[in-house]
């Protein structure tokens, strides 16, 4: 052999892709308009020793975070506005090493409107009622404006008490004013949620007058009968 002459190896380096990136389980994807979001994060499923990268568009042209963590922040590190504004966001997501995943997955978070409640229509001044009046509450229909697909659910809360109204959409509560003076005044709010979790809520107020009680001071005993409520005898 010819010690002059010189000795080659091939050493052949093959570079692998990361894995593609994949959402947790359990991640938070819907939001409602007005919800502080400022605290809200997402996380992918942990790849060890790569950059998780999160880009605008779909080309990854526009970067929005670059980061080894696999947990991000919506607002502070994707540029999402808090309180939540309606829309749908989408961010392309990459891992990288010595290469670069592809294609990119595609992380949709949607903020979703909410449902316009209605608890009808307030029965104060001329509109109030008797004491022992069973009122419904609640609007045709209290379900205003749907925001969604799908099941609604109703609550009621009687503000300045208890017990509350029935939880449905039409509930009837009974009123009563024990004051021989002065009027008594119900609020009740309904909240209306639907699947997603966003909700909206509306205030009826109802005026229950002064309990009528009449007297006679002249003869001293008599009977009556009342032909509507609250009549005033002469």
């Known amino acids: 052999e010819d010690a002059s002459s010189p000795d080659y190896a091939t050493i052949n380096v093959v570079l692998s892709a990361p894995a593609q990136p994949q959402l947790a389980a359990s991640q938070d994807l819907i939001h409602c308009v007005g919800e502080n979001?400022?605290?809200k994060t997402l996380t992918l499923v942990d790849q060890g020793a790569v950059t998780y990268k999160w880009y605008e568009d779909e080309s990854l042209s526009t970067l929005a975070y670059?980061?080894?963590t696999a947990t991000v922040n919506i607002v502070a590190n994707l540029?999402?506005?808090?309180?939540?504004?309606?829309?749908s966001y989408s961010y392309f997501v990459v891992t990288e090493s010595a290469c670069q995943s592809a294609p990119p997955?595609?992380?949709?978070l949607q903020v979703s409107q909410n449902?316009?409640?209605?608890?009808?229509?307030?029965?104060v001044g001329v509109d109030a009622v008797c004491t022992g009046t069973q009122v419904t509450l609640g609007g045709n229909p209290t379900l205003a404006v749907p925001s969604a697909a799908g099941t609604y659910t109703y609550s009621w809360q009687y503000v300045e008490s208890t017990p509350e109204p029935n939880a449905e959409a039409n509930p009837v509560y009974t009123v009563s004013n024990a004051s021989t003076v002065n009027?008594?005044?119900y609020n009740f709010e309904v909240r209306v949620t639907e699947v997603n979790g966003c909700f909206g809520t509306d205030i009826i107020t109802v005026e229950?007058?002064?309990a009528f009680t009449p007297?006679?001071?002249s003869p001293s005993s008599s009977s009556f009968t009342p032909t509507s409520p609250n009549q005033t005898l002469v």
Not at 79 to 87: C, N, Y
């Open 79 to 87: 540029g999402m506005t808090s309180p939540a504004v309606a829309g």
């Open 208 to 210: 229950v007058k002064a």
């Open 215 to 217: 007297f006679l001071t």
């Open 183 to 185: 009027p008594a005044n």
């Open 115 to 123: 449902p316009v409640a209605d608890a009808g229509a307030d029965k």
């Open 105 to 108: 997955v595609e992380v949709i």
């Open 66 to 68: 670059s980061a080894p």
């Open 37 to 39: 979001i400022t605290t």
